[in-house]
């Protein structure tokens, strides 16, 4: 099956940085968009920034200028770059990718576990 696995989250002080990955893997015909969606206590779940499969990119306002997303293609996985890291970037932050799996004829939407960032004043 496909699977996403998410890492490096962790606590930082404001102003720092982190560096998120996530890897599909399993039975994969392609990879379209991939991105990353956080969700604080009390609020929606919301997109955070994706890449589609030629590299284009989309950012929310709130981390323009400050958060970088990349991929890497031959490894399945997509990055979230996090600087001059505020205390309301504080949140779960979830992978989400957009996959044909092998014998699919249409895209599925996979997540990852979610992995929790913290970002202390």
């Known amino acids: 099956q496909v699977q996403l696995v998410e890492s490096g989250g962790g606590s930082v002080q404001a102003g720092g940085s982190l560096r998120l990955s996530c890897r599909a893997s399993g039975s994969i015909f392609s990879i379209n968009t991939m991105g990353w969606y956080r969700q604080a206590p009390g609020k929606e779940r919301e997109l955070v920034a994706d890449i589609s499969s030629g590299k284009r990119t989309n950012y929310a306002d709130s981390v323009k200028g400050r958060f970088t997303i990349s991929r890497d293609n031959a490894k399945k996985t997509v990055f979230l770059q996090m600087n001059t890291l505020k205390p309301e970037d504080t949140a779960v932050y979830y992978c989400?990718?957009?996959?044909?799996?092998?014998?699919?004829?249409?895209?599925?939407?996979?997540w990852g576990q979610g992995t929790q960032v913290t970002v202390s004043s």
């Open positions: 989400n990718a957009e996959i044909a799996a092998d014998g699919s004829r249409w895209w599925n939407h996979y």
